[in-house]
């Protein structure tokens, strides 16, 4: 593979296209990803689990396959880490918490399937904060998580072991999800793309937290994210929601948007919270460069749900299904989760289905915007930049019933999509006085991740993003 320094500095499309044509093996692929673990992890603490006997298995299956001329699947060999929240067979699923043990899943969920049945070899599982509820991956049981950019830096979360990775170089691609902004984030914070595919694209064993949480992947490219979503949206027809299908696959909409889209700019944060010049000032360079391809930029006063309502979404919706998971020691949890455990038992089940009933109301509302007051929302991807490792954090624990501002600025543009269910989108357009990443947010109407390739595509031909690396 000439032109790069090392296979893995590759996409995730063009090392599965050499791994096919026998430029490289899934086998060599393998050690390479395994003596990247060795010589990066150490400073990020981005993969906290790792059995080298099942991921060299896994690649000689492939190389078995490949040799043997069965049919190749679309990301053969390719190296795929785990997020530390969803069960895959022989792997512990411990959700990065002390009260969680760490017995090997028996069953992979269905996100897991459809990543091995495209063909994906698994490689260790990623950081995230305990149970996926703070947007800084830290926690008691396996400690935190560096930007590879800074490591003094937060990695965002709850996929920020996922972004570290990928960022630093150990990986192509790695498995990520998103129920507030945890690929979104963690994105913007690592200066890769992040996408939050509409609400049932992407099929789950059942709705986490009401169904605002998504699976998907955190990449280097678009190309890489639209190619992997086809694998993974193959529809659900025995699923709650039922999405409609694409009209061709996500990987050919890797093409400039017709002109003349209405663009809605939206720079600040409607629960109240300042938002950093430097955040405004790349959504703005983003919005010029948009216009410039002929689409029609804005300043809107977009409705994205009442601030109580996503209050009390964080605080009881979430709560709620944290109260469900098998925890066998509360004691052994953070402050900050031992608070919402004591806050699910604190509402009624009156409560919680008017608080349900009310974000559906509330989301009608939100999604009326789209096609009728603009078509697609433009936002920084958060409201402040990348901040020091461990203070979202610490502000959980200290004070668990407080405002937590910081953590509210990281997530105040991103919930939105969740709650509504849209397609939502982080792109690594610029980055800040220190030289930290810093993403942009693109929000379409339902259904329509086509509109968000399409400028996501154009976006990372001007600004050439992917060619970005932080100095390891």
């Known amino acids: 593979m000439s032109g790069t320094a090392s296979p893995l500095d590759s996409s995730a499309v063009e090392l599965a296209r050499a791994i096919r044509e026998r430029e490289i093996s899934p086998v060599e692929v393998m050690e390479l990803t395994l003596e990247r673990i060795d010589a990066r992890n150490p400073a990020l603490n981005a993969v ?49 918490s002390r009260a969680i043990d760490d017995a090997p899943a028996q069953k ?55 972004g570290s990775a990928v960022a630093a170089g150990i990986f192509t691609a790695a498995h990520a999800s998103d129920g507030g902004g945890s690929i979104r984030v963690p994105a913007s914070m690592n200066g890769l793309v992040g996408f939050k595919p509409s609400r049932a694209r992407v099929p789950s064993d059942f709705g986490h937290w ?7 992947v955190l990449t280097r490219t678009v190309e890489d994210t639209t190619a992997i979503l086809d694998v993974l949206a193959p529809g659900d027809p025995t699923g709650w929601f039922a999405t409609q299908r694409p009209a061709r696959p996500f990987v050919q909409e890797l093409h400039p948007a017709e002109s003349g889209l209405r663009i809605g700019f939206l720079s ?11 955040c405004v000032a790349v959504a703005d360079l983003a919005a010029r460069h948009l216009e410039s391809l002929g689409h029609h930029v804005s300043t809107v006063d977009a409705y994205l749900f009442d601030p109580p ?16 998971t098998d925890i066998t020691d509360p004691s052994l949890c953070d402050p900050f989760i031992q608070y919402r455990l004591d806050q699910a038992r604190a509402f009624s089940s009156i409560d919680y289905v ?85 993403g942009v947010q693109l929000i379409a109407g339902p259904g329509d991740e086509a509109t968000l390739f399409q400028l996501g595509h154009s976006l990372e031909q001007e600004f050439l993003w992917h060619q970005r690396r932080p100095a390891l």
Request: hydrophobic share 40%.
């Open 48 to 96: 906290i689990w790792l059995d080298r006997d099942l991921a060299m298995e896994s690649a000689r299956e492939s190389e078995q396959r490949i040799s043997s001329g069965d049919d190749v699947r679309p990301f053969e060999g390719v190296p795929l880490p785990l997020k530390d929240f969803v069960n895959a067979v022989g792997q512990p699923n411990t959700m990065g």
């Open 354 to 438: 008017g608080l349900e009933m009310d974000i559906q109301m509330q989301a009608r509302r939100v999604v009326a915007q789209w096609g009728d007051q603009f078509d697609v929302l433009l936002t920084p991807t958060m409201a402040t930049t990348v901040p020091p490792l461990g203070q979202v954090y610490a502000e959980a624990n200290e004070d668990p019933a407080g405002e937590r501002i910081l953590e509210r600025r990281t997530a105040t543009f991103t919930i939105a999509a969740n709650l509504s269910g849209l397609p939502a989108a982080s792109f690594p357009v610029g980055v800040d006085r220190d030289g930290m990443p810093v």
């Open 268 to 278: 600040l944060s409607n629960v109240g919270v300042d938002v950093d010049e430097d």
């Open 108 to 162: 992979d969920e269905l996100v897991v399937s459809l990543f091995r049945n495209a063909g994906f070899s698994f490689v260790g599982r990623t950081n995230t904060p305990e149970f996926v509820t703070l947007t800084d991956t830290v926690n008691s049981r396996y400690g935190a998580t560096s930007n590879p950019w800074n490591l003094e830096r937060s990695a965002g979360g709850s996929s920020g072991g996922a």
């Open 309 to 324: 309502t996503i209050g009390a979404f964080v605080g009881q919706v979430m709560s709620a299904y944290l109260a469900n």
């Open 210 to 216: 009401f169904f605002a949480s998504t699976d998907g």
